[in-house]
């Protein structure tokens, strides 16, 4: 990357260059309370995280949690209440958002009704004064990769919702930030739209090697899409990983809960041991399970573990679990089927519907449940 | 609609209330201008048509004479007005409340709450003592009168296309790197633009009619269009002022077309 080029992060546009390849953006204890008294509002609370150069980061969470607060505090445009914010190796605690080098696509993209496509494109290198020629090349090379050339001259109110998000991204991309801020950028597009800038979103970032902080509330396009993601519930960050870690070993009941559909049950923690867990199921039969990050749970104690519905399959009445079947739902591939298990606690299994599967059970019916090896996932409680 | 519902177009002798409005309105208004078209000179018979009202009027010295100042008064104040209210416009807009804002909008629009009549004996007062301590009697006087009084109708159009602007757009700029004056010089100033103009227009067709505080204010042969009609009212009435007032008629209506046009248009 053409690090001559990349826009300047506060008064030395050099100084980032004393970075660890590690930390594209480190964040340490930071807080954001909005209001001061009796209505003062803890939007963001403790935050800690390290996002890696390259990859392509998602902020997860519900509505309200503080996934915004916390995009507008490394872009600038707000400042931290407290805590530390490092951007390539330097404090930005101070800057405003034109001298950090760091770019924002908006969720209503934001493009400039007064500019055309073009002109939107080469704004940021405009303001950082770069030559004409060269804004000009740039410019066309980001036509080229939102593929927009044709419509180079028009306005922004003269194009497609898909075409101004593609606008939104190339403006935010031309002067090739370190990172890029994504503020639910596909929640105004329809289905069709969403999956194809999904994959165009992905193309760019490859393309441009550029980090990408993308925040959405949809869980599915987080896991589609991210090399990391980090799950946010009430101004803290409950837990991140990778895909796979945060779906198959949640850490976390909000986060089991949040991702995917999950089975929660009660179980008596047997043993403990660096290799994983033992505990007995309400059936009685004791399995391994696998020990949450952090500090373990001491043995003996009641405690909580995830099983994922694909996880399960029905078996006949000398499963690990057992109960009766009170409902089947049909989804086309596969059938949801909702059990009762002996306990009084409710649990969904999914089941594969082939021509050799034959038909779903009955309701009323008793069955057997067996899991796949690895399937328990205990919970931090 | 509600078939149902209460109308007031249906309440008994609407129309004709409505009817009546428009003719009061505008018949006196169509009397002035058909009897400066009058070949006698007589503003109540009709004599034929004649535009020998219009050529008098043209060459009569102080028609001219007051005319041109005028509007060269109402375009100094009414710019000077629109660049104290974009900035006025843009402090109540821009930043976070404050303490005390709701009194900066009252200072801001005080001519609209002040008696003219007020406005225009505490002017007199006022700059007599000025003239007498510094001698200076010249234009200077009638141009900050007229621009005070200017000032909250140019701030309203442009605070209201200030409050409807998207303020994403000029945090977007700011993420793009541009400081922000180069903010406001390409994002906000360009967008601001028709409000802008519209509150011109506006201060402008208010300068070119206000005849009360001019008529406190003026020194000797400083007299504008509005009084100078006035003063001849006085003494004897010729359909020369209807030629004269129907011009000055067009003159308005041009400029708050104009006006109407900028604030409709949306970026
Ligand atoms: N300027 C502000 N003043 C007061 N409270 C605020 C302010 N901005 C945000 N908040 C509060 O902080 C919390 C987090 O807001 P934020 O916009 O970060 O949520 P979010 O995770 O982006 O939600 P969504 O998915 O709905 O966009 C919310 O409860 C919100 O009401
Ligand atoms: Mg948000």
Redesign the pocket.
Known sequence: MPDASAPPAGNDATAHSVSSPEGEIEIGRLSKV??AGATA?R?LDGVSLAIRRGEFFTLL??????????LRLIAGFEQPSSGTLRIGGQEVAGLGPNRRPVNTVFQNYALFPHMSVADNIGFGLRMLGRRRAEVQSATAEMLRLVRMEELADRRPGEISGGQQQRVALARALAPRPRVLLLD?PLSALDLKLRKEMQSELKRLQAETGITFVF?T?DQEEALTMSDRIAV?NA?RILQTGSPEEIYNHPADRFVADFIGDTNFLEVELLEVAAAGARIRLPGGAALPANLPAGPAPAAGSCVTVVIRPEHARLADADGALAGTVERSVFFGTDTHVHLRLDDGSSFTLRRQNSAAAGPAPDPGSRVGIALAEGALQLLRN | MARTGFSITRLPGFGAIAIATFLMLYIPILTLVVFSFNAQASMSQWGGFSLQWYEAAYNNRQVRDVSIRSLWLAVVASGIATAVATLAALGTTRTSRFPGQTMIYALINQPLMVPEIVTGVALLIFFAAIKVQTGYTGMGYLVAAHTAFCIPFAYLPIKARLETMDLTLERAAADLYATSFQAFRHITLPLLMPGILAGFMLGFVISLDTVVITEFVKSAGQDTLPTYMLGQLRRQVTPEMNAIATLFLLLSLCAVTVFFLLSRKRA
């Open positions: 909005f209001g509002f939007a969470g519900p509505s309200g949690c503080g996934k915004t607060t916390l639910e925040v509330h946010m101004g």
